[in-house]
T-cell receptor
Framework: DAKTTQPPSMDCAEGRAANLPCNHSTISGNEYVYWYRQIHSQGPQYIIHGLKNNETNEMASLIITEDRKPSTLILPHATLRDTAVYYCIVRDPTSGTYKYIFGTGTRLKVLA | DAGVTQSPTHLIKTRGQQVTLRCSPKSGHDTVSWYQQALGQGPQFIFQYYEEEERQRGNFPDRFSGHQFPNYSSELNVNALLLGDSALYLC???????????????FGPGTRLLVL
């Protein structure tokens, strides 16, 4: 599975959009991009995933560029409850490798 | 829709003891993965169980073992506890399939283990 690179920390003002980048320059064609977040040592919470197209759900949007090397998770209107560590993971679910490889993630702090 | 549940929430053990942690998967899921998360680190994959067998294992010693029951619930056993085993132990469930949304892993709240 491809490795991911994320900035260690980011701040965002409450009510503004939070844009969290992830670099996965060695991503292969069958690898999905997954985003999770972990709030204060609770279990990681699934946010969104995508393969080639941009995706949106009730929590966030995932922007994947045409070459798929970077992606961006967008929280459109950040609240204080969005303060968490955000993990970007790439994985090919058809590869026979079932584990998720977590990095150290991005610690997002939403400021009042 | 019941999510992933884990028990106990917290546990304190002494070096050399043995511990068993339990996990019930999300309703409709048949696969359980276990992760260890040390303080300040991302979760590390221990192993995954499917059809009551260990399907894949991470880089953990055989002091770490598991089991999956016919109802898909799972246990993680750790023998001969070391101080370094102190961590948050996470269970994640998923539905085995051809990929896409069915492979997404959903995590439980974790069991915090402290070894003294």
């Amino acid at each position: 599975d491809a490795k991911t690179t994320q900035p260690p920390s980011m701040d965002c003002a409450e009510g503004r959009a939070a844009n969290l980048p992830c670099n996965h320059s060695t991503i292969s064609g069958n690898e999905y991009v997954y985003w999770y977040r972990q709030i204060h040592s609770q279990g990681p919470q699934y946010i969104i995933h995508g393969l080639k197209n941009n995706e949106t759900n009730e929590m966030a949007s995932l922007i994947i560029t045409e070459d798929r090397k970077p992606s961006t998770l967008i929280l459109p209107h950040a609240t204080l409850r969005d303060t968490a560590v955000y993990y970007c993971i790439v994985r090919d679910p058809t590869s026979g490798t079932y584990k998720y490889i977590f990095g150290t993630g991005t610690r997002l702090k939403v400021l009042a | 829709d019941a999510g992933v549940t884990q028990s106990p929430t917290h546990l304190i053990k002494t070096r050399g003891q043995q511990v068993t942690l339990r996990c019930s998967p999300k309703s409709g899921h048949d696969t359980v993965s276990w992760y260890q998360q040390a303080l300040g680190q991302g979760p590390q994959f221990i192993f995954q169980y499917y059809e009551e067998e260990e399907r894949q294992r991470g880089n953990f010693p055989d002091r770490f073992s598991g089991h999956q029951f016919p109802n898909y619930s799972s246990e993680l056993n750790v023998n001969a506890l070391l101080l370094g085993d102190s961590a948050l132990y996470l269970c994640a469930s998923s539905l085995a399939g051809a990929g896409g949304p069915s492979e997404t892993q959903y995590f439980g709240p974790g069991t915090r283990l402290l070894v003294l």
